[in-house]
């Protein structure tokens, strides 16, 4: 991709990690040609303000499988940073659901992306998914509807999605409590293994997503990032020495 202008489809734009990495990769236009599936194009345009002429949108839901396939075609890389907006509710009442969200919604995209050969999927998972006896996975999995159950099911479905094809790599980016502070004023720790606890920065989270497109990681890896007060500036050197998934 050297010297091209790598094409990035972004699903989530429009608040959180997915609008921190659009806001990133439009500030290196040479660089991004940025699109992004959006199934309200009002809230989107609001959310983006004067970036957002900037902005390919293309009309579609991570819950509607057949406007998935068309949004991947001619895509290097799909960033994922969805999250349900709802959480227990009455089967077959609504689709915001972490069950057909982060699961199904996930699982569509990446299968989609896959069929596409798009060749690099970023998915912005939540550290804790492996750990559901953690109390503060416990209190998401009690008030939000299992929702961390449902984001490691959608992990796997991505690996599972993404290892059936060659020369196509997936990224698993696991953040820590998000917050709203600014970007860039704290080191990050980069580990595996879903093992520690912190909180991190949206802005940071971004520019790791932003890294693992550029290809400075270690491809069909998983990991969790936090900030630490312990150094002033992210490196991010340590995710080319991550290791990549064992798949079974």
């Known amino acids: 991709m050297e010297g091209q202008v790598c094409k990035v489809l972004v699903v989530g734009c429009t608040q959180g990690v997915g609008l921190e990495v659009t806001k990133a990769l439009l500030g290196v236009p040479e660089n991004y040609e940025v699109h992004a599936l959006v199934r309200n194009r009002e809230k989107a345009l609001k959310a983006l303000g004067d970036e957002a002429p900037k902005v390919n949108f293309i009309d579609g839901d991570i819950t509607k499988e057949e406007t998935l396939e068309p949004a991947c075609q001619g895509m290097d890389a799909v960033v994922c940073t969805v999250g349900a907006t709802a959480g227990w509710r ?26 596409a050969k798009v060749p690099k999927f970023v998915l912005v998972s939540s550290l804790g998914v492996t750990r559901p006896w953690f109390i503060v996975s416990i209190l998401l999995n009690i008030l939000v509807g299992r929702v961390l159950v449902w984001k490691l099911k959608g992990e796997d479905a991505l690996r599972e999605s993404y290892t059936k094809h060659e020369h196509i790599n997936y990224y698993i980016v696991r953040p820590g409590g998000l917050t709203r502070k600014e970007g860039g004023k704290h080191g990050i720790i980069v580990d595996q293994g879903d093992k520690g606890n912190g909180m991190i920065t949206r802005s940071d989270v971004a520019h790791v997503v932003i890294a693992c497109i550029n290809g400075a990681c270690t491809p069909n890896s998983t990991f969790e990032i936090w900030n630490t007060k312990q150094e002033e500036v992210p490196d991010l050197s340590s995710l080319t020495k991550l290791a990549p998934d064992k798949i079974q």
């Not at 089967?91 to 989609?112: C, I, M, N, W, Y």
């Open 90 to 115: 009455i089967p077959g009442l609504s689709q915001d659901t972490p069950r057909h969200v982060d699961f199904l919604g996930v699982k569509k995209l990446s299968e989609a992306a896959a069929s």
